[in-house]
């Protein structure tokens, strides 16, 4: 079964406002990434969080981490159309990394 | 331009071919890893070679097999191909024998089309 999973499916929202995706997994991990992909494109690597870490921010990305529910979300303020792409999570539980379905955003300008 | 170099870019085949699918790293990488992206199976580890040698295994299929140079590229063999191999194949690398601890950095992808 899928380790990480992402919430939502789908996201439509206007530029300038935030998008919040969230991330559940099952089992423990050491750390927890998210990545970008533009559509048929590779993906990009934009944020790492390690378990022992509750928060990240990076540019206009903020990351939170709660491995008591194991859950992270991802939030990015001040939406652009370029921000228009589907964003994974991934964990990494030590033995390997497990990538979640993705949150397919839309950002209409 | 992530540094990780994959070719073809695009591959359209048919049933029963086989095909190779080539990585090159990013420079200083020493692991590569195969990751296969289907609209309804989201995106499948395949395999993971460190420094020339098999690292890990995912779900790759027997008619797959993949390889690592010495000079650290990496090939991807698809053979007997069906209609189901249809996907977006990447690769990608990482300095040492976990991505997982430090992040991917992912090529651009070979979109294999199987007619």
């Known amino acids: 079964s899928q380790q990480g999973e992402e919430d939502p499916q789908a996201l439509s929202i206007q530029e300038g406002e935030n998008a919040t995706m969230n991330c559940s997994y099952k089992?423990?991990?050491?750390?927890l990434q998210w990545y970008r992909q533009n559509s048929g494109r590779g993906l990009v690597h934009l944020i790492l969080?390690?378990?022992?870490?509750r928060e990240k921010h990076s540019g206009r990305l903020r990351v939170t981490l709660d491995t008591s529910k194991k859950s992270s979300s991802l939030l990015i303020t001040a939406s652009r159309a370029a921000d228009t792409a589907s964003y994974f999570c991934?964990?990494?539980?030590?033995?390997?990394?497990?990538f979640g379905a993705g949150t397919r955003l839309f950002v209409k300008a | 331009d992530s540094g990780v170099t994959q070719t073809p870019k695009h591959l359209i085949t048919a049933t029963g071919q086989r095909v190779t699918l080539r990585c090159s790293p990013r420079?200083?990488?020493?692991?590569v890893y195969w990751y296969q992206q289907s609209l309804d199976q989201g995106l499948q580890f395949l395999i993971q070679?460190?420094?020339?040698?098999?690292?890990a295994k995912g779900n790759i299929l027997e008619r797959f097999s993949a390889q690592q140079f010495p000079d650290l590229h990496s090939e991807l063999n698809l053979s007997s191909l069906e209609l189901g191999d249809s996907a977006l194949y990447f690769c990608?690398?990482?300095?040492?024998?976990?991505?997982?601890?430090?992040?991917?950095?992912f090529g651009s992808g070979t979109r294999l089309t199987v007619v």
């Open positions: 420079s200083g990488d020493l692991s």
């Open positions: 991934a964990t990494d539980g030590g033995f390997k990394t497990i």
């Open positions: 070679y460190y420094n020339g040698e098999e690292r």
């Open positions: 990608a690398s990482s300095v040492g024998n976990s991505g997982g601890a430090y992040g991917y950095t």
């Open positions: 969080i390690r378990s022992n870490e």
């Open positions: 089992t423990s991990i050491n750390n």
